[in-house]
Structure formats: C-alpha cells, structure tokens
C-alpha cells in the first residue's frame, strides 16, 4: 500500500489507514453475494467499493421493478374490496 | 436475479399473521456494550418478524394512499416506511424522512465544497484515488451519507443494503400476495418467502 502520509490538503476524511481498508474490505464483504465465497485477502478494497454499489444500484433498480408492479396492482384491485377486506384480516 | 442469502432464523410463523406487539428495535443508545449493539444490528432487518411489520405497514399505507397508481408514489411510501421503522438511528433513515418534506427536488444540491477540488497533482499524495472516488460513489448512493467520515460510512451502508433486501423481499411477497399467490410475470425469489397465504 503507498505511504500512510498525513498530508491532509482536507480535514478529515483524506486519511484512510490500511486498518480502515481491511475493515472496509471485511465488513462489505459479508454483505455482498458475490463476494461472500472468496477469501479476504483475496478481494481489493476497490473491487469491493464497487461491488457494494453495483449491488446497492441493482437493489434500488430492483425495489424501482417492484414499485412498478405493484402501483399496477393497487390500480387494479383498488376496487376490490373482498380481497382488501381479506387482506386487511391476515394482516392485522 | 441477485440471490440474497440473508441470515434468516428458521422462523416457526411462516405466516403472515403479525402479532400487535411492541416492535423489539433494540438498538440502544450507544452507551451500551458494542459488540452486543453490533450484533443486533446484524440481526436487525434479517428477522422475520421485522419483515412483517415492515409488510403490513407498507401495505397498510399502501391502502391509504389514494395516489398509488404512480410507481415513484409506491417506491417513496416503501422508502419513508423502511426509514420510520429504523427510528431515526441511522443516517440514511433519517435524510429519507427529512427529504421528503422539504422538497421533492431529487438529489438537492448539497453546499459542496467546490472550493477544494483541486487539480490532480494533489490527488496523487493521498490514499489511492480509485478507493477515494468509489467512496465517494458510495457515499452518494446511500442517502444522506455524502460528506461522512470512513467508519460511520461503512456502518451505514451495511445497514442500507440489509435494509433494502428486506425492502425487497417484503415487497416480493406483497406483489406475490396481490398477484394471487402463483404470480405472473418475472419470477420473485419465492423459496425462502412466507407466502403460504393461498392454500
């Protein structure tokens, strides 16, 4: 890893120590799929950070899907009102 | 499909009956023990039973609502009631829910330090630069999370994302439920959801 120089041109968030990466690295990996199987010391700092976004934007692309279908659903049986009672029963 | 394999108890109520208690959110203030804090965090939005509530809730203000037939009204509801149940313990949470009442403008633009974007013969002192500007990325996906510190980042994220898998898989069962059970469409990941609701 390159030098651990404090020449910090910002405050604050400039530093990341190697201890920070190997959190970092070990901490994301658990929450990614993808990554899961394969060893720590095997998995970049920079292949993880970006796993973790393509995951959180397929995730938000997912939930968006999912959105969808369901405001086409709620349209659709907006007026049904045995199932919404039904529902209502099960949920409550 | 991304397969999740969330640390899901072997649950003995797989159904969707939701027992009116008290919601168990036991997270602490920080003054408790961090381990203990931290395991439970894990365990936070992986449960069933968070599931659940966070199920009927949804479809509770779903039902409400009477401007469901827009997907961005369906997917803004889903993301106020992910950030209430966090009870303002997280970041991400509580930009969600500050968000929303203050204007529907997306991606607002936050007073940014462009006094300091410097040209690159700085750039190359610092940590490397891929790590950086990913971080940066990331910060930008979670809400609420552009100008943290490294851990807290970290922290929060790891939230997000367990976050969102419960998000979706609450809202796989309701369109499921709504669908009548088998489903049309794209096929949800439905072997390890509670939707034992038509038998």
């Known amino acids: ?92 | 499909m991304a397969s999740f394999t969330p640390n899901l108890e072997p649950a003995p109520d797989t159904s969707l009956q939701f027992k009116p208690k008290k919601p168990r959110i036991t997270l602490q203030t920080p003054s408790s023990c961090p381990s203990n804090q931290r395991t439970q965090r894990i365990k936070r939005w992986r449960t069933q039973r968070d599931q659940h509530i966070y199920s009927s809730k949804l479809f509770q203000a779903l039902r409400r609502s009477r401007r469901t037939s827009a997907s961005r009204e369906v997917h803004e509801t889903a993301d106020r009631v992910l950030a209430g149940l966090a009870r303002g313990t997280t970041r991400w949470s509580r930009a969600i829910l500050t968000a929303r009442k203050v204007t529907k403008h997306k991606k607002a633009k936050l007073p940014t330090n462009n006094r300091l974007r410097k040209p690159d013969i700085y750039r190359e002192r610092r940590k490397t630069p891929a790590v950086e500007r990913k971080l940066k990325v990331l910060g930008r996906l979670v809400p609420g999370c552009r100008k943290l510190s490294f851990s807290n980042l970290i922290e929060e994220t790891s939230d997000y994302i367990a976050a969102l898998e419960m998000q979706v898989r609450a809202m796989t069962a309701i369109t499921e439920f709504l669908c009548g059970g088998t489903g049309g469409g794209p096929q949800p990941p439905a072997d390890r959801l509670p939707s034992n609701v038509n038998s």
Do not use: F
């Open chain 1, 1 to 92: 890893m390159s030098s651990r120089r404090s020449r910090s041109r910002q405050s604050g968030a400039s530093r990341i120590t190697d201890d920070q990466i190997i959190d970092l690295v070990s901490k994301l990996q658990q929450l990614i799929p993808e990554l899961r199987g394969r060893r720590p010391d095997k998995v970049s700092a920079s292949k993880v950070l970006q796993e973790t976004c393509n995951y959180i934007r397929s995730l938000h692309r997912e939930v968006d899907g999912l959105s969808d279908r369901l405001s086409q659903l709620l349209a659709s049986t907006d007026t049904d009102s045995d199932q919404a009672a039904i529902i209502r029963s099960l949920l409550m």
